[in-house]
């Protein structure tokens, strides 16, 4: 809530040169609901678009929807009763501005950019669904974004089960996990990405395989906000697919896939010879094939091979084979354990050079950086102030409701 004001398309801009810099040419954009009207959400997400295209980069797109418990998951206007009565007129109006009807959603937010970015068929966009979690969207929401997903033939992602909170809600809501909710209802596929799963049981992870659902594993951002690890390693001897993301900046202080690979290497790494852990090649193959299978992109990258699109990133591997590295290590084993983002000298994607020795070729990165730097220096517009002011307000009451809430986490998920 306390957010600055950002043009979506500078914002975007910034995050792709890093991103790009460190060797992506694809990304989920996920994007949120952060705040009000309504009305102005259509516009952000083209501009988001607008961004990846003058870059020349890959994205695939989806606006996050989501119905119900918009700040604590409780009901909004539960929660709105329970504050002091100066709060309450601007809270609700605050819930109001965020409410969209699941028909509203899926015209101007889904079928309208699918329709104006290619229906899927553009090598550069895939415009994808995203219901938030499964504790901000009521089962109607989720049951109509399985319906749209078979009708366009798009891929769903869900953020599920990143927190003990989380699999707490689902514990109290309907006495089972949350991945077995999904299930009963019939959500569950191989077009969807369940994002972080950090709480998943052994029965969720039957489930997964049984119909194919994929995991997108953020492990830095995981480490930072307190949700634990997610169990990769089962994951894997399971036969999931998993799938390497970085989050976003905001939860993760930065876009270096190369750093993000080399932790989730070293973090799933348990103690004893006989454990099976990620060989550099399989976490590298969760950065590019797993990543190509959840952004819907699975056919044409992830793999250099004739008949796919040409992506390439040249790194300069004076870093990684100075001043020696045996002729019995791979070579990817070197990259995986020793590169760095500055090492990525020029980056090709569907053909085109977008970067080229760390210049890139489509947008002016000095002048985007300062127009952008330049729109917050200036002072904080009063509605800016006041958001800011409200979100100290309302700390101790969000505090309030979480008092009870004491999730049973039985397994210790700070270690893999």
């Given amino acids: 809530m306390a957010a600055r004001d950002v043009d979506p398309y500078l914002d975007t801009l910034y995050s792709a040169f890093e991103m790009i810099e460190s060797g992506v040419t694809t990304v989920q954009h996920l994007h949120g609901m952060r705040r009000g009207p309504v009305a102005a959400w259509p516009d952000r997400a083209r501009r988001v678009l607008e961004a990846y295209r003058d870059i020349g980069m890959r994205t695939s797109y989806a606006f996050g929807i989501r119905d119900q418990n918009l700040l604590v998951y409780g009901a909004d206007d539960e929660f709105v009763r329970g504050l002091p009565a100066a709060l309450q007129p601007e809270m609700a109006e605050w819930f109001a501005g965020l409410r969209i009807t699941v028909d509203d959603w899926a015209r101007d937010l889904f079928v309208g950019l699918y329709e104006d970015w290619g229906r899927n068929k553009n090598d550069l966009v895939r415009i994808w669904l995203a219901p938030t979690n499964l504790h901000w969207c009521s089962d109607e929401l989720l049951v109509r974004v399985k319906e749209q997903a078979r009708k366009f033939g798009a891929g769903i992602h869900i953020h599920l089960l990143e927190t003990a909170y989380q699999k707490l809600y689902a514990q109290r809501r309907w006495g089972r996990s949350a991945v ?36 997108c594993h953020n492990a830095s951002s995981n480490l930072r906000l307190q949700s634990g690890i997610a169990p990769v390693n089962r994951l894997l001897a399971r036969g999931v697919r998993v799938a390497l993301g970085i989050d976003e900046a905001g939860l993760n202080d930065d876009r270096d896939m190369l750093q993000e690979i080399r932790l989730v290497l070293k973090l799933h790494r348990l103690p004893g010879h006989d454990q099976r852990v990620p060989t550099a090649a399989e976490v590298f193959g969760m950065a590019t094939e797993g990543g190509a299978h959840t952004t819907g992109f699975a056919a044409r990258i992830g793999r250099i091979a004739a008949g796919r699109s040409a992506d390439a990133v040249l790194i300069d591997l004076r870093n ?28 090709m994607i569907a053909g085109e050079v977008v970067m080229r020795d760390r210049t ?44 009870d809430w004491r999730p049973d986490v039985g397994e210790d998920r700070r270690r893999p």
């Avoid at 959500?187 to 659902?213: C, K, N």
């Avoid at 990817?332 to 980056?347: K, M, N, P, Q, W």
């Fill in 360 to 403: 890139f070729t489509r947008v002016d990165k000095d002048a985007v950086l300062r127009e952008l730097a330049a729109s917050l220096r200036a002072p904080l517009r009063p509605d800016e102030v006041r958001r800011r002011e409200l979100t100290r307000e309302l700390l101790p009451h969000v505090r309030r409701f979480y008092a």
């Fill in 320 to 347: 990684v084979t100075e001043p020696y590295l045996d002729p019995l290590t791979p070579i990817l084993d070197g990259v995986v354990h020793r590169a760095r983002s500055r090492d990525v000298e020029t980056v």
């Fill in 180 to 215: 077995h909710h999904l299930h009963e209802l019939g959500f569950l596929g191989p077009e969807v990405t369940l994002g972080h799963g950090v709480w998943l049981t052994e029965d969720d992870i039957e489930r997964l395989v049984e119909t194919g659902t994929a995991v």
